[in-house]
Each structure stands twice: as C-alpha cells, then as structure tokens.
C-alpha cells in the first residue's frame, strides 16, 4: 500500500510538471510576438466605456501616421469592469492588429516576466 501511494505521489508530481511545461511553451508561443526593438503600450482600464474607444483610436492615429513609430503592440486589459469596456476592448482588438486584448492576469504575467529580464 505505501509503494502505491509513493508511486502515485510520483506521478502526480510529474504530470504537475508536465503541465507547467506546457503552460509555459503555450505562454511563450502567445507573446513571442514581442520585438526586441520598440515600445509597448499596456493600458488597464475599468469602467471607461465613454473613454477607452476615442483614446485608443487616438493612439492607433499616432502609430500609422508616423508620429509614434516606435509603438509595436498595444496589449489593453480590463479589470472587471461592470459596462461595456471589456466589449469595446475586444471590438477594437478584432478590428486592427495593434490591439491585443488581455485579461488582467496575463497583464500581470507580462509585468512580472519583464521585471525577470
């Protein structure tokens, strides 16, 4: 009985690390598409559905005509909020490829990540 318990403990642990394996490679898949060169935008907004459409089109304005050339990705995360924000967010990311739509705990992935580095 002991060595079916050790042995099960064993697996248990190694299917664990298998998936942190895989949950990693998935992440490093999902933002290698950062560059090594270039500014990256992270906005977090809650419940700024009068907002966050006119300020990120102003800033998508920047980046195509030249003014923020710089400007690679704008990765926009949403912190629960209770209007429309989240959908607006996700409208805007379907529309343009500068706009990549997070959830607040892969925001918080990204900003730990860099702080590694």
Do not use: P
Request: aromatic letters at 16%; a negative charge.
């Amino acid at each position: 009985m002991e060595e079916f318990i050790i042995h099960t403990i064993i697996w248990t642990l190694a299917l664990y690390g298998l998936f942190e394996i895989i949950k990693e490679i998935v992440y490093m898949y999902v933002y290698t598409k950062f560059k090594s060169d270039g500014t990256y935008l992270i906005v977090v907004a809650k419940n700024q559905e009068e907002y966050i459409e006119n300020f990120l089109r102003t800033t998508l304005f920047k980046i195509i005509y030249g003014k923020e050339e710089n400007l690679k990705n704008i990765f926009v995360a949403d912190l629960n909020s209770v209007d429309n924000t989240r959908e607006i967010i996700k409208r805007l990311s379907r529309e343009n490829e500068y706009f990549n739509y997070i959830s607040w705990k892969e925001c918080k992935d990204i900003i730990d990540n860099i702080n590694e580095k």
